[in-house]
């Protein structure tokens, strides 16, 4: 298994960018919650949502809740390769923990 990561440019939140996943393009508009050190991100292809607010949270695949043939072929999941963090926090996201983007 190999893989990628989703960037995440926590210096420009909010902010919306086009990402090809799998063979096709989709947009993602990242948001940040200061009040309780939260992410959330809303997915869209074309002019569909396909998903509004998914708090990204560590270990957990984004969308797995929503997720049906709309959606992108791999699946996102946010972890650090080492293994040492146990949840996603402003400091550490693009820092250890990444969006990881799991490709078989």
């Known amino acids: 298994m190999n893989f990628e990561y989703v960037p995440v440019e926590k210096e ?12 096709e393009l989709f947009d993602m508009e990242v948001r940040y919650n200061e009040t309780y050190d939260f992410f959330t991100l809303d997915l ?5 949502t396909l998903a509004l607010s ?3 949270v560590y270990g957990v695949p984004l969308f797995q809740d929503v997720y049906d043939d709309r959606f992108p072929a791999p699946t996102i999941i946010p972890q ?4 040492l963090e146990h949840q996603v926090t ?15």
């Open 12 to 23: 420009k939140i909010p902010y919306r960018f086009s990402i090809q996943l799998g063979i």
């Open 44 to 48: 869209h292809r074309g002019e569909e």
């Open 54 to 56: 998914e708090r990204i």
């Open 80 to 83: 650090d390769e080492a293994g």
């Open 90 to 104: 402003y400091e550490n996201l693009n820092e250890t923990v990444f969006l990881m983007v799991m490709n078989q």
